[in-house]
């Protein structure tokens, strides 16, 4: 169908509102699709920051605040509780 | 407070799924590989690294040794980075856990060790006894030396995690000093902040210099017995 195919080629800032479930359920979730998502990724910060010709130190530091980002989320709950609260 | 300065030593686990895994290999991200010959400035950075800690850690070594210079500089690196990105705030330190040294210590030094064994079996054998040693201390010193020749892949697997898990410690501790003294003493406060800034230096440094001599070592009983 005309419809689906021009589902296909959208990206996701291109995808009407209305059309949101059916993009999403349209996208491939198979392991070697995933693994696909993540290369793609992957290569897309890659060229943009750290593969040019004068890359500066932005690029590996945005990666490094993002892994210092998730170490956070990853222990919140062990951190909430050293709040400076007068009662825990 | 005695159960918060080791939460941050416990393996990290996500719903029931090993997240240390991905922490392992997160420092693989950050070294990527290229196949020209001039890349762009991260790549030639570390492949200009690389080049010096090779030529200086494997040029004592024969051409039989010198096999070994892909593990060994992969060592290098891993244990470097590891224990660099462990500095940032909240991350968890791999090399702090025993087990993963351990797993690192034993093969190496017993790779090095049977390696010895089967190629220059007299020349290992002979390394049991120092040169010129009086007679009737003959058996004491073998004992001494075949204990020696065992500790050393626990000394260089504890060195490492006490290194590092002491580091960190002090640096919790002294950190949670800081913060609790701003409000009964400012000065005390800085004088203790300042405390905090040269001990962040030191483990910089103790983080790659721990690496190297891990490698050293290893390249050590490489050369003894090849």
Known sequence: ?88 | MNENLFTSFITPMMLGLPLVTLIILFPSLLFPSSNRLINNRLISLQQWALQLMSKQMMSIHSTKGQTWTLMLMSLILFIGSTNLLGLLPHSFTPTTQLSMNLGMAIPLWAGAVITGFRNKTKASLAHFLPQGTPTPLIPMLVIIETISLFIQPMALAVRLTANITAGHLLIHLIGGATLALTSISPTTALITFIILILLTILEFAVAMIQAYVFTLLVSLYLHDNT
């Open chain 1, 1 to 88: 169908l005309a419809s689906l195919m021009n589902l296909m080629e959208k990206k996701l800032l291109e995808v009407k509102l209305g059309e949101l479930p059916s993009w999403i359920l349209m996208r491939d979730f198979t392991p070697s699709g995933i693994a696909g998502a993540f290369q793609r990724g992957y290569y897309r910060y890659y060229n943009k920051y750290v593969n040019v010709k004068k890359g500066s130190i932005a690029g590996l530091s945005m990666v490094l605040a993002a892994y210092v980002f998730l170490n956070y989320c990853r222990s919140y709950k062990e951190l909430k509780h050293e709040r400076l609260r007068k009662y825990h």
